[in-house]
């Protein structure tokens, strides 16, 4: 049985760890300018058209100076990341160690590497201004969940949370309207305008353009997590 000794002494080091990823990718991310972060499936094959449609969502992006972040990995985060070069954009890989089909990809040009999670997620939120979820797994659901909590508790501006692919993602926003807004209360139905939904690369674009007009400032992003 352990008496936890092996805590007590490795915990001080552990800190440090995190300090230096918070430290590293902060420095490196404040240089990158505004910005869109795109997630989905890793396991999503290049002839599904959804890595189409990312490739386009995030060549766009980038065409209009908006740096694109992803998670850095295969998949949709490859997608996104080959658009956002090919564009000639700033094309922003978060890759985090895991044992299983997680490696980066050759397209971001500004890799960053994570050993933990909560890091990479405070990077992905912090630095920027909307949030496109094409379709995906469990990683994908996290992270849809963790911004829409935080926009809905005031913690960080109402950001563009934009879910690409209606037949994916219908089911699950008919459950939260008739289980978690109708039924059980446990949110507000207007809650649900957090989101919106399209099947059309060029409307994503336009959302968050239109975002950033909205700012007044180009260049400028609002603070998250001041």
Known sequence: MSNGNGFIQEDPWRIFRIMSEFVDS??????????VTIFGSARTKQSDKYYRAAVAIAKGLAKHNLAVVTGGGPGIMEAANKGAQQAGGKSVGLNIELPHEQSGNKYANVPIHF??????????VKYSLGF??????????????????????ERIP???I????RDHWEGLLHWMK??????????QPADLDLMCVTDNPEEVVE???DY???LGTPGVLPKAFA
Do not use: N, W
């Open 212 to 214: 950033e007009r909205r």
């Open 178 to 187: 008739k289980e978690l807004a109708q039924k059980s209360k446990f949110i």
């Open 162 to 165: 934009i879910l690409f692919g």
């Open 115 to 124: 050993h933990y999670f909560f890091a990479r997620k405070v990077c992905f």
């Open 26 to 35: 902060f420095q490196t991310m404040s240089h990158v300018g505004p910005a």
């Open 132 to 153: 496109v979820y094409m379709p995906g797994g469990f990683g994908t659901l996290d992270e849809l969940f963790e911004v829409i909590t935080l926009v809905q508790t």
């Open 207 to 209: 959302l968050i353009r």
């Open 158 to 160: 109402q950001f563009p």
